[in-house]
């Protein structure tokens, strides 16, 4: 998808999308020098997977959820099917846990906060508020994010109200000194293989891991898998352990796909923002 056919979108209530105005011929159509072509000159995105001077998987570049069996992407649609040959289910852009059969390990009380949440039309979800969202609202929003990657820092720039997040790859442990909590955390991490391993703590409490409201509070931990598997398909699995909220672990998977003639735009969700006051629940 090209910036002259993307729309910005932020998401507010329940399951309603606020479209932004027309960006069309914002920016022109680029393609960076060294991407692969295929024979009719466009971006073969099956190509191998590129690498950083030291050997491992390059995970630079646009990236959006819409590669096939992506989660469902901005769309509400039947939820994903549980996979029959053990890889972790796709995660579903309202609902994290659609693909469970019978849905996230919810301890009690975070059940009751979720029924709270959805009797409430979701008003109280920080993308509606133009805050930062959570991970895993990040994984699977509709705006592209774009991954910045260097030796010892990698760097994911959301489109989605603008967030920046560091993954610190220098060696450094997670701290255990009682920081200030992040909305993003604290992010490390290291190779296993070709696979980037990143370990995410010191959340604020009160989080929201997708639009629907399953919470996430200060105890959780997030591991995220990426594996970029060719050119142009980027698979992270992500599993969140958060005794407070949940009675185990568990994972979900997100698919994304190179966008290598796009670029983000500049989107200022608080830019003429008129629907907070709107924004009431039952």
């Given at each position: 998808?090209?910036?002259?056919?993307?729309?910005?979108?932020?998401?507010?209530?329940?399951?309603?999308?606020?479209?932004?105005?027309?960006l069309?011929?914002?920016?022109?159509?680029?393609?960076?020098?060294?991407?692969?072509?295929?024979a009719?000159?466009?971006?073969n995105?099956?190509?191998?997977?590129?690498?950083?001077?030291?050997?491992?998987?390059?995970?630079?570049?646009?990236?959006?959820?819409?590669?096939?069996?992506?989660?469902?992407?901005?769309?509400?649609?039947?939820?994903?099917?549980?996979?029959?040959?053990?890889?972790?289910?796709?995660?579903?852009?309202?609902?994290?846990?659609?693909?469970f059969?019978d849905?996230?390990?919810?301890?009690?009380?975070?059940?009751v906060?979720?029924?709270?949440?959805?009797?409430d039309?979701?008003?109280?979800?920080?993308?509606?508020?133009?805050?930062?969202?959570?991970?895993?609202?990040?994984?699977?929003?509709?705006?592209?994010?774009?991954?910045?990657?260097?030796?010892?820092?990698?760097?994911?720039?959301?489109?989605?109200?603008?967030?920046?997040?560091?993954?610190?790859?220098?060696?450094?442990?997670?701290?255990?000194?009682d920081?200030?909590?992040?909305w993003?955390?604290?992010?490390?991490?290291?190779?296993?293989?070709?696979?980037?391993v990143?370990?995410?703590?010191?959340?604020?409490?009160?989080?929201?891991?997708?639009?629907?409201?399953?919470?996430?509070?200060?105890?959780?931990?997030?591991?995220?898998?990426?594996?970029?598997?060719?050119?142009?398909?980027?698979?992270?699995?992500?599993?969140?352990?958060?005794?407070?909220a949940?009675?185990?672990?568990?994972?979900?998977?997100?698919?994304?796909?190179?966008?290598?003639?796009?670029?983000?735009?500049?989107?200022?969700?608080?830019?003429?923002e008129?629907?907070?006051?709107?924004?009431?629940?039952?």
């Amino acid at each position: 998808m090209t910036m002259k056919m993307r729309t910005s979108a932020a998401l507010t209530l329940t399951l309603a999308v606020i479209v932004a105005p027309s960006l069309s011929a914002q920016w022109p159509a680029y393609v960076p020098p060294g991407v692969p072509k295929a024979a009719d000159g466009k971006p073969n995105l099956d190509a191998p997977t590129p690498l950083m001077a030291d050997g491992k998987p390059d995970f630079s570049g646009i990236w959006e959820n819409r590669a096939p069996g992506g989660g469902g992407g901005g769309r509400r649609g039947a939820p994903p099917a549980l996979p029959a040959d053990g890889t972790p289910p796709l995660a579903s852009f309202f609902n994290v846990g659609a693909g469970f059969t019978d849905g996230l390990p919810f301890q009690p009380w975070a059940k009751v906060l979720l029924d709270q949440r959805r009797a409430d039309n979701d008003k109280d979800n920080p993308d509606a508020h133009c805050l930062p969202m959570g991970l895993l609202q990040f994984h699977e929003h509709i705006q592209p994010r774009k991954i910045v990657q260097t030796k010892d820092l990698i760097v994911i720039i959301y489109e989605a109200n603008y967030g920046l997040r560091q993954i610190f790859m220098d060696g450094r442990p997670l701290p255990n000194n009682d920081p200030t909590p992040w909305w993003y955390g604290y992010s490390v991490g290291h190779w296993e293989g070709d696979t980037l391993v990143v370990e995410t703590t010191n959340l604020r409490d009160g989080g929201w891991l997708d639009i629907w409201g399953s919470p996430l509070t200060d105890k959780a931990k997030i591991t995220e898998r990426f594996r970029r598997t060719n050119y142009g398909t980027l698979v992270i699995d992500v599993t969140i352990d958060d005794p407070k909220a949940y009675t185990k672990p568990f994972t979900v998977r997100f698919n994304q796909r190179l966008a290598p003639s796009d670029e983000l735009i500049e989107f200022i969700c608080n830019e003429n923002e008129r629907s907070d006051a709107h924004l009431v629940g039952r």
